[in-house]
């Protein structure tokens, strides 16, 4: 792989992309929420679910603290695909939480990436959008950190370390890609409405281990049909197991239901799509059975 410089006008593109993710105020439930034992505190939708459990998790790269969440489904004694999950450019949020929850009700093992440190959550786009250019610019520290949340996740004697995904949102979504780009040994990666661009990367033919589900919204303003042409022209020519699955009228974000509010507040072409959400969630439900068979 060959790692090129980052130009300023790829870096106002990328930001402006950026922007386009949700800012994480608005946590109404997600897709497949069952919402009949839901608790609510400082306007976040916390369900509770007594098969599922969760800890905190908190570990080091001697530097810096790490801290997130892992879930899985304590009914279920056997071990269990290790899913992790890389959140939006907001951090550790509530919402990504209760993604995670989702995954683990699923029967696998999720963790949360934190790819800041500290369990950092940022509430605006300058400031994420300016923590989030860092692992834009520099794969290799995004790589850094992914494998040390994955390193986590393996010491753990519920997870089936022969079996592991990872899925990520908008900015996650960039990251999951790229990690299946520098050759991370996955057995698959989903990208929910995340850029395409390969960040500087060049995917090498044979290169790339994982399955690749690209789950794409047709009307994303920030994905131009140019983009994605190249990201299937390069996915191709890296001989990768790649599907790709765009939703009519889907826009950016259209997997978080704060994603219409937050596309007024900071006037971007952003919005949530009840339709599509569900649509992609049971996609990437398909697309993990397959690749964990």
Not at 100 to 128: H, R, S, T, W
Not at 190 to 216: C, D, M, Q, Y
């Amino acid at each position: 792989m060959i790692v090129k410089q980052i130009s300023y006008f790829f870096s106002a593109c990328m930001f402006l992309f950026l922007i386009s993710c949700n800012d994480g105020t608005d946590k109404t439930p997600p897709a497949g929420t069952d919402a009949d034992s839901v608790a609510t505190t400082s306007g976040v939708v916390v369900r509770e679910l007594p098969h599922v459990k969760t800890e905190p998790v908190e570990y080091e790269d001697g530097i810096k603290t790490f801290t997130s969440i892992m879930a899985y489904d304590s009914a279920n004694a056997g071990r269990k695909p290790i899913v992790l999950i890389i959140p939006e450019w907001w951090g550790v949020t509530d919402y990504i939480k209760e993604r995670a929850k989702q995954i683990a009700e699923l029967g696998y093992f999720a963790l949360v990436v934190d790819m800041y440190g500290n369990g950092k959550i940022l509430d605006n786009p300058k400031d994420a959008g300016s923590e989030a250019m860092k692992y834009y610019k520099n794969p290799q520290l995004a790589q850094e950190r992914f494998d040390n949340a994955l390193a986590i996740a393996k010491s753990y004697p519920q997870a089936d370390t022969s079996k592991i995904a990872a899925i990520g949102y908008c900015f996650g979504g960039s990251m999951v890609l790229n990690m299946a780009r520098l050759g991370e040994n996955l057995k698959g990666v989903v990208s929910f409405h995340g850029g395409l661009e390969n960040n500087g990367i060049t995917a090498r033919k044979g290169s790339i281990i994982p399955s690749i589900l690209v789950l794409n919204g047709d009307a994303d303003s920030f994905v131009p049909v140019s983009t994605v042409n190249e990201f299937k022209k390069e996915m191709e020519a890296a001989n990768a197991n790649m599907q790709f699955i765009g939703y009519p009228n889907a826009k950016h974000a259209f997997t978080n239901p704060g994603a219409t509010a937050t596309g007024e507040k900071f006037k971007m072409d952003i919005k949530y799509d009840e339709a599509a959400d569900k649509a992609s969630w049971e996609e990437m439900k398909k697309f993990l059975e397959k690749v964990f068979s």
